[in-house]
């Protein structure tokens, strides 16, 4: 997401927007988490053949795609956490009730 896409929007909208995309960084976590656990359980059967050397580099491959994409989204999500504290100075983080 470029920064013009976000920067329109309301104080409302960016935190609904941040609680979207941390769920995507946990999403980006699990499948980190299922490529890590089916490689350690390939690898604790050993490699046996091509077919299991393929699957535990593609498991790595996707498991490291995944990791780029949740620190990219992790750098935009600093710059819209910036914003909203740019926006709100003096509040401490939090909107008056």
Do not use: K, N
Request: charged letters at 25%.
């Amino acid at each position: 997401m470029r920064d013009e896409e976000w920067q329109g929007l309301d104080e409302e909208a960016l935190e609904r927007l941040l609680v979207e995309r941390w769920l995507y960084r946990g999403l980006m976590l699990g499948v980190m988490f299922v490529a890590a656990i089916l490689t350690t359980y390939i690898g604790t059967r050993g490699l046996e053949g091509l077919l299991d050397q393929v699957t535990v580099g593609a498991l790595l491959a996707l498991a490291l795609a995944a990791a780029g994409v949740a620190f990219a989204m992790r750098q935009q999500d600093l710059r819209i956490h910036r914003e909203l504290r740019r926006r709100r100075p003096g509040s401490g983080g939090r909107t008056p009730p």
